[in-house]
C-alpha cells in the first residue's frame, strides 16, 4: 500500500506545494474551461464599464469629438490591460470573474502573486490571445503540467481552484448503545492488538463509504473484510457472529479499535477477570 | 497510526475555527497586518493544524477533510510568508515618480540585449536597402503596394495635402490615440515574443528594420531623401528606439527564461522587464503625438529643415535621458549581487 501511494504520478490537475517546515499540501489547479468562463465575465465587464466611460467621455468631449476619441481609444486600451492586473494585484488574485468561478492566480510556490507579477501576466495576454481567441495560450495550458499560459509561465504564477472554505459536515456515526463484543473481552483486545492500523483504516474507510457504494458491492465488500478478520485477526463465537450482519459486525469492530473509553472499560473487565 | 476521525474531529475542530477566524478577520482588515500577539497565534495555529493535516493525508481517509485542512493550510502559509505591501508603502505618488529615472537606469543595466536588438534591426536594414538598390524589382515583395511604391507621386500627394485623411487638428487627435495604442501593442508583443526564446522578437525587428531599409532606399534613390526624413524622424526619433527596446525587453526575456528555474530572480527580473515596457510605452504616447499632429505636415506648412532639425533634437534629447539620468554606478550593483548570490 505504501509502495502504490509513493508511486503515484502527480495528476495533472493540482500541485504540490512543500513548505519550508516540511508540511506537504495540493492546490488544485484551474483548467482552461472555467478559466474561460471568468474570462467572458471580464470581459463583459470591462466592455460595459467602458460603455459607460465612453458615454461620459462623450460628453465632457462634446465639442472637440476628435479629442473624445483619443481618449477612449487610450482608455479603452490602458483599461484592457489594467482591470486584470490592478485587481488581481491588490484583491489578492481574483478578478470579478475569477471571484464568481471560484478562482485564485497565485505565486508557483503557493504565496500571494505580488503586483508585478499580476502587471506582467496581463500584459503577456497580447501574447497568449495570438492569433485570436486566445488560441496560443490555450495551446500554453494544455501543453503545461501546471496549466500555466505564457503569461503565467513567464510571471511564475498559477490559477488555482478555491471552493469556499467550509469544514467537512460528518454526519452522525451509527454509534450504538450496545456492542456484543464487549461481551468477549479476551477476544476484543486479540482484536486490538493484531489489526494494523491500515487494515483500522479500510474498515473506516469501507463504513464511512456506505452511501457512495453500490448495494452489492457493499455487502460482497463487508462480506470479505468480516470473513478476513473473523478467520485470520480475532474469532467470535460463531452463535455471537450468526447473530450479526456484515456491516454489523464491522461496526462493532471499528468501535472496539477506537472508542477508547469503551477500551477502558474492557480493560476493566480484563483486571478484573485477572484478580 | 490509527486514527478515530469523529473524536479527532471533534478534539481539533475548535482550533481550526480560530484559525479560520483569525484568516477572515485578516482579510476583513484593509492594511491585512498582524499585530504581535496574532502573529504568535497564527503560527501556533497553522504548526498545528499542519500537523493535524498530516495526520489526515495518509491514504483515502476522509478526502473533505483533507481538503479543507489542505486549504486553511495553504491560507495560513500565504500569510505567515508573504509580506503584503502595506498601503502607505504603495501610495507613495512620489515614488511613481522615480520610473523617469529607474527606466534609464534598467535600460542601461540591459544595455546588452539593446546592442543585440540593433544588430538585429541593422540586418534587416542592410537587407531591405541592398535588395532595393540592386535589385528594383524587390520592390514589389517589400513593399505595400500603394503605399510606398512610388515615392514621387506619394511626395506630390502629400504636400498638395491630397490624399490627407486629416483635415483637422480633431483627425489627428484621433489618428494620435490609435497609432499610440498600435504601436504600444505591437511593442508588447515584440517584448512578450521573448517567450519564443528570442526567436519571435529577432523576426519582428528584423521584419522592421528590412521595411526601414527598404523605404529610406528607395526614397533616396528618387531623391526625396530630405522628405523622407523629415517625414519619418519627428516621431522615429522615439518611436524606431523604442521599439529597439522592446526588443531588448524581449531577448531579456528569452535570456531569463533560458536560465536554470532557480536562477531566475523572478521578482526583480519582472520589475526591470516592466520597467522597459513602462518606459517605451511614455516614449510612444509622444512619438504617437508627434506622428499625428507635426509629421503629417509638409514643406508649404512646415521646412524640412525645421522638421528635420526638431527630430534631431529630440534624439539627442533621448540619447541624454536614456545615457545620463539616474544613478551612473546601477550597472555594476545589481549584476555584482546577483553574482555573489548565484554561487
Same mark, same amino acid.
Given at each position: 500500500?505504501?509502495?502504490?501511494?509513493?508511486?503515484?504520478?502527480?495528476?495533472?490537475?493540482?500541485?504540490?506545494?512543500?513548505?519550508?517546515?516540511?508540511?506537504?499540501?495540493?492546490?488544485?489547479?484551474?483548467?482552461?474551461?472555467?478559466?474561460?468562463?471568468?474570462?467572458?465575465?471580464?470581459?463583459?465587464?470591462?466592455?460595459?464599464?467602458?460603455?459607460?466611460?465612453?458615454?461620459?467621455?462623450?460628453?465632457?468631449?462634446?465639442?472637440?469629438?476628435?479629442?473624445?476619441?483619443?481618449?477612449?481609444?487610450?482608455?479603452?486600451?490602458?483599461?484592457?490591460?489594467?482591470?486584470?492586473?490592478?485587481?488581481?494585484?491588490?484583491?489578492?488574485?481574483?478578478t470579478v470573474g475569477?471571484?464568481?468561478?471560484?478562482?485564485?492566480?497565485?505565486?508557483?510556490?503557493?504565496?500571494?502573486?505580488?503586483?508585478?507579477?499580476?502587471?506582467?501576466?496581463?500584459?503577456?495576454?497580447?501574447?497568449?490571445?495570438?492569433?485570436?481567441?486566445?488560441?496560443?495560450?490555450?495551446?500554453?495550458?494544455?501543453?503545461?503540467?501546471?496549466?500555466?499560459?505564457?503569461?503565467?509561465?513567464?510571471?511564475?504564477?498559477?490559477?488555482?481552484?478555491?471552493?469556499?472554505?467550509?469544514?467537512?459536515?460528518?454526519?452522525?456515526?451509527?454509534?450504538?448503545k450496545y456492542n456484543s463484543f464487549t461481551e468477549y473481552p479476551a477476544i476484543?483486545?486479540?482484536?486490538?492488538?493484531?489489526?494494523?492500523?491500515?487494515?483500522?483504516?479500510?474498515?473506516?474507510?469501507?463504513?464511512?463509504?456506505?452511501?457512495?457504494?453500490?448495494?452489492?458491492?457493499?455487502?460482497?465488500?463487508?462480506?470479505?473484510?468480516?470473513?478476513?478478520?473473523?478467520?485470520?485477526?480475532?474469532?467470535?463465537?460463531?452463535?455471537?457472529?450468526?447473530?450479526?450482519?456484515?456491516?454489523?459486525?464491522?461496526?462493532?469492530?471499528?468501535?472496539?479499535?477506537?472508542?477508547?473509553?469503551?477500551?477502558?472499560?474492557?480493560?476493566?473487565?480484563?483486571?478484573?477477570?485477572v484478580k | 497510526m490509527i486514527l478515530d476521525l +469523529?473524536?479527532?474531529? /471533534? %478534539?481539533?475542530?475548535? =482550533?481550526?475555527?480560530?484559525? +479560520?477566524?483569525?484568516? /477572515? %478577520?485578516?482579510?476583513? =482588515?484593509?492594511d491585512r497586518l498582524l499585530r504581535p500577539a496574532e502573529a504568535e497565534q497564527l503560527q501556533e495555529l497553522y504548526a498545528q493544524t499542519a500537523s493535524d493535516l498530516n495526520r489526515v493525508t495518509h491514504g483515502s481517509l476522509a478526502p473533505e477533510l483533507r481538503q479543507y485542512l489542505e486549504r486553511l493550510v495553504a491560507r495560513a502559509y500565504g500569510e505567515l510568508y508573504y509580506a503584503r505591501p502595506t498601503r502607505s508603502e504603495l501610495w507613495q505618488p512620489r515614488g511613481w515618480l522615480r520610473i523617469f529615472t529607474a527606466f534609464p537606469e534598467a535600460f542601461r543595466r540591459q544595455s546588452r540585449y539593446f546592442a543585440l536588438a540593433v544588430l538585429v534591426t541593422f540586418l534587416g536594414c542592410a537587407l531591405g536597402g541592398l535588395a532595393v538598390r540592386y535589385d528594383p524589382a524587390s520592390v514589389d515583395v517589400l513593399l505595400p503596394a500603394d503605399y510606398l511604391r512610388n515615392p514621387g507621386l506619394r511626395v506630390r500627394q502629400e504636400e498638395k495635402g491630397q490624399n490627407r485623411r486629416l483635415d483637422s487638428a480633431q483627425e489627428e487627435a484621433a489618428f494620435s490615440g490609435e497609432l499610440i495604442t498600435h504601436n504600444i501593442e505591437v511593442s508588447l508583443l515584440t517584448a512578450g515574443l521573448g517567450v519564443t526564446f528570442g526567436i519571435g522578437t529577432a523576426l519582428l525587428l528584423f521584419e522592421n528594420g528590412l521595411l526601414l531599409g527598404a523605404v529610406a532606399v528607395r526614397y533616396t534613390q528618387q531623391g526625396f531623401g530630405l522628405f523622407v526624413t523629415a517625414w519619418l524622424l519627428p516621431h522615429g526619433a522615439f518611436e524606431i528606439p523604442s521599439i529597439l527596446i522592446a526588443g531588448q525587453a524581449g531577448f531579456y526575456l528569452a535570456r531569463?527564461?533560458?536560465?536554470?528555474?532557480?536562477?531566475?530572480?523572478?521578482?526583480?527580473?519582472?520589475?526591470?522587464?516592466?520597467?522597459?515596457?513602462?518606459?517605451?510605452?511614455?516614449?510612444?504616447?509622444?512619438?504617437?503625438?508627434?506622428?499625428?499632429?507635426?509629421?503629417?505636415?509638409?514643406?508649404?506648412?512646415?521646412?524640412?529643415?525645421?522638421?528635420?532639425a526638431v527630430g534631431a533634437a529630440e534624439l539627442v534629447l533621448l540619447t541624454v535621458y536614456l545615457l545620463l539620468i539616474g544613478r551612473r554606478e546601477t550597472a555594476a550593483v545589481p549584476s555584482a549581487t546577483i553574482a555573489v548570490g548565484s554561487k
Open positions: 500500500m505504501k509502495d502504490l501511494e509513493t508511486k503515484r504520478l502527480p495528476t495533472s490537475t493540482e500541485l504540490t506545494i512543500a513548505t519550508p517546515e516540511g508540511v506537504l499540501f495540493r492546490l488544485p489547479l484551474a483548467g482552461p474551461a472555467s478559466r474561460l468562463y471568468a474570462m467572458l465575465v471580464d470581459t463583459a465587464i470591462v466592455l460595459a464599464g467602458l460603455n459607460g466611460l465612453g458615454y461620459l467621455v462623450y460628453l465632457i468631449f462634446a465639442k472637440v469629438p476628435g479629442f473624445g476619441a483619443m481618449t477612449i481609444t487610450l482608455l479603452e486600451f490602458a483599461i484592457g490591460f489594467a482591470y486584470g492586473a490592478l485587481l488581481e494585484g491588490f484583491w489578492n488574485g481574483q475569477k471571484r464568481l468561478f471560484h478562482l485564485r492566480v497565485t505565486d508557483e510556490s503557493g504565496l500571494p502573486l505580488r503586483i508585478e507579477q499580476a502587471w506582467v501576466r496581463n500584459l503577456m495576454r497580447v501574447v497568449d490571445a495570438l492569433p485570436l481567441a486566445y488560441l496560443v495560450g490555450g495551446a500554453s495550458v494544455l501543453s503545461s503540467p501546471v496549466m500555466q499560459r505564457f503569461g503565467d509561465r513567464v510571471a511564475g504564477t498559477l490559477v488555482v481552484r478555491e471552493a469556499p472554505l467550509a469544514a467537512p459536515y460528518e454526519e452522525a456515526s451509527n454509534q450504538q476484543a483486545i486479540r482484536l486490538r492488538r493484531a489489526a494494523t492500523p491500515d487494515l483500522a483504516g479500510l474498515i473506516q474507510d469501507a463504513l464511512r463509504r456506505r452511501n457512495e457504494l453500490a448495494p452489492y458491492a457493499r455487502r460482497e465488500i463487508y462480506r470479505e473484510v468480516a470473513a478476513y478478520l473473523q478467520a485470520e485477526i480475532a474469532r467470535f463465537p460463531d452463535e455471537l457472529v450468526e447473530m450479526l450482519s456484515d456491516e454489523q459486525y464491522l461496526n462493532n469492530a471499528i468501535d472496539v479499535l477506537f472508542r477508547d473509553q469503551r477500551l477502558s472499560r474492557v480493560q476493566t473487565c480484563v483486571t478484573e477477570l | +469523529e473524536r479527532f474531529q /471533534a %478534539q481539533e475542530r475548535p =482550533r481550526w475555527t480560530r484559525l +479560520e477566524s483569525l484568516l /477572515a %478577520q485578516l482579510d476583513s =482588515r484593509p531569463l527564461l533560458l536560465r536554470r528555474r532557480e536562477d531566475r530572480y523572478v521578482r526583480e527580473s519582472m520589475r526591470e522587464w516592466l520597467l522597459l515596457i513602462a518606459g517605451l510605452a511614455m516614449m510612444l504616447v509622444w512619438a504617437g503625438l508627434m506622428e499625428a499632429f507635426f509629421s503629417q505636415h509638409h514643406a508649404p506648412v512646415l521646412a524640412y529643415g525645421f522638421k528635420v
